[in-house]
C-alpha cells in the first residue's frame, strides 16, 4: 500500500517570501491532518480536514498561512510571507473517519528560512 | 494541550525489555491511550491503543492501570531500531484529533 507521500523534501528560503508543500493522502482516507515540528519539540497540529471540509484550523496563523483541499483527496499548505520562526518540518498525515484512528504519516518538508 | 506526562529520557539495553511510562491523570471515559513513536528524519509511526484493557499487538503490550490514570508500552525484546521518540496520547475514538506531547527519547544502547 502506497503511504502519504509528501513534496518537497527540503525547502529554503528568504524571509518574507512564500512556500507552498503539498500532500498526497493514502487512498480512502478522510481524514488528513498538517502538523508543523519545530526542532525538539513534538507536532503540532496545524489545520485537520474531513474530506474537503476544516474540522479544527485552531492553531492556524491565518494571518499567514493557509490550507486547502479542494477535491477531498490532495492538499497543500502554504506560507505567505514566512518569517525564521516557521522554519520547521511540515509533516502531513492521514486516516480513516472514525472507525480506525491510527494515522499514516509522510516523511515531511523540512523548511528553512533564512 | 497535551493530557499526558512522560520522562523526558530512558536508556535501554539491547535485547532487554523498555518499559515506557506515561500519565494520563484527567483521561475520561470514553478517551483511549495511544503510542506513536518517531524515528529520526520520519514522520511518527504508530504503535498500539487501548481503551482499558491491557493490548498487545507485534510492535509491543500496552499495560494500563485499573484506574486508566497512568499507561506503560513495553518494547519485550529492545533493538537497536527502536531507539526514537515515543508519545502517548490520549485520544477522543472517533475525534480524530491527535496532540503530541514533547514524548520520550528512548535510547537502545548495544
Known amino acids: 500500500e502506497a503511504g502519504v507521500a509528501q513534496s518537497p523534501r527540503y525547502k529554503i528560503i528568504e524571509k518574507r517570501q512564500s512556500v507552498a508543500f503539498w500532500c498526497n493522502p493514502i487512498s480512502g482516507h478522510a481524514t488528513l491532518y498538517w502538523y508543523q515540528q519545530i526542532l525538539g519539540q513534538g507536532p503540532k497540529l496545524l489545520i485537520q480536514?474531513?474530506?474537503?471540509?476544516?474540522?479544527?484550523d485552531s492553531q492556524l496563523p491565518k494571518d499567514r498561512f493557509s490550507a486547502e483541499r479542494l477535491k477531498g483527496v490532495d492538499s497543500t499548505l502554504k506560507i505567505q510571507p514566512a518569517k525564521l520562526e516557521d522554519s520547521a518540518v511540515y509533516l502531513c498525515a492521514s486516516s480513516f473517519w472514525a472507525m480506525n484512528t491510527e494515522a499514516f504519516f509522510g516523511q515531511g518538508t523540512r523548511l528553512t528560512v533564512v | 494541550d497535551a493530557k499526558t506526562t512522560q520522562p523526558p529520557s530512558m536508556d535501554c539495553a539491547e535485547g532487554r525489555a523498555a518499559n515506557l511510562p506515561c500519565n494520563h491523570s484527567t483521561i475520561s471515559g470514553n478517551e483511549y491511550v495511544y503510542w506513536y513513536r518517531q524515528i529520526h528524519s520520519q514522520g511518527p509511526q504508530y504503535i498500539i491503543h487501548g481503551l482499558k484493557n491491557n493490548e498487545t499487538n507485534e510492535m509491543a503490550s500496552l499495560i494500563i492501570t485499573e484506574d486508566r490514570k497512568s499507561s506503560t508500552l513495553i518494547l519485550p525484546h529492545a533493538t537497536l531500531r527502536d531507539t526514537a521518540v515515543y508519545y502517548c496520547?490520549?485520544?477522543?475514538?472517533?475525534?480524530?484529533?491527535?496532540?503530541f506531547g514533547q514524548g520520550t527519547r528512548l535510547t537502545i544502547n548495544p
Open positions: 480536514f474531513q474530506n474537503n471540509g476544516v474540522v479544527d
Open positions: 496520547i490520549v485520544n477522543i475514538q472517533g475525534a480524530q484529533k491527535l496532540v
